[in-house]
C-alpha cells in the first residue's frame, strides 16, 4: 500500500489553484487569454456576473483535489519504478507525465474543434504544466 500524506495532497491542490488565479491575472497571462479567445472585458464581466463563481471555483478546486490525489499515487509509483531518482526528478517527471500524457493533449481540442488559437492553448497548457510539476515537487517533498 503507498504512503500517501493528504496534507501534501491538500497544500499542492491549494498551490496549484493559487497559480491559476495568479496566471489568469492581468498582472500576468489574463489579457492575452481574453483576446486569445476575442472576448472583451466588457463580455467576461457579463459572463462573470451571469456564473456562480463559488461553484465554478469549488469545482475548480475539487478537480485540482482530485488530481493532486493521482499524481500522490504516480508518485509513488515512480518512486518504486525508479529508486534511485531523487525526489525533485520524481515529482518533475511525474507531473510532466501527467500534462503531456492528458492535459497537452487533451486541449489540442481546443484548437481543432473549437477554434482556439495557438496562443490560447499555450496560455492554457502553460498554467497546467507549471501547476502540476509544482504539484509533483510537493507531493514528492513531503514524502
Known amino acids: 500500500m ?5 496534507l501534501a495532497i491538500l497544500v ?6 493559487a ?7 492581468d498582472s500576468l497571462f489574463g489579457k492575452s487569454w481574453r483576446a486569445a479567445m476575442s472576448k472583451t ?5 457579463k459572463e462573470r456576473q451571469e456564473t456562480n463563481m463559488g461553484k465554478s471555483f ?16 504516480l ?18 517527471v511525474s507531473g510532466f507525465w501527467v500534462w503531456f500524457g492528458y492535459i497537452a493533449a487533451y486541449v ?17 497548457t ?8 509544482i504539484m509533483g515537487t510537493i507531493l514528492t517533498a513531503w514524502n
Open 108 to 124: 489540442l481540442t481546443s484548437v481543432a474543434f473549437e477554434n482556439r488559437s495557438w496562443k490560447y492553448y499555450f496560455i492554457n
Open 58 to 73: 469549488g469545482l475548480m478546486f475539487l478537480g485540482s483535489l482530485i488530481m493532486a490525489f493521482v499524481t500522490a499515487h
Open 2 to 6: 503507498y504512503d500517501i500524506n493528504y
Open 126 to 133: 502553460g498554467y497546467w504544466l507549471v501547476g502540476v510539476l
Open 19 to 25: 497559480i491559476g488565479a495568479l496566471w489568469y491575472s
Open 41 to 45: 472585458d466588457e463580455e467576461f464581466e
Open 75 to 92: 508518485v509513488d509509483i515512480m518512486a518504486v519504478a525508479y529508486p534511485t531518482a531523487t525526489k525533485l526528478k520524481l515529482g518533475l
Open 12 to 17: 499542492s491542490a491549494i498551490v496549484f489553484f
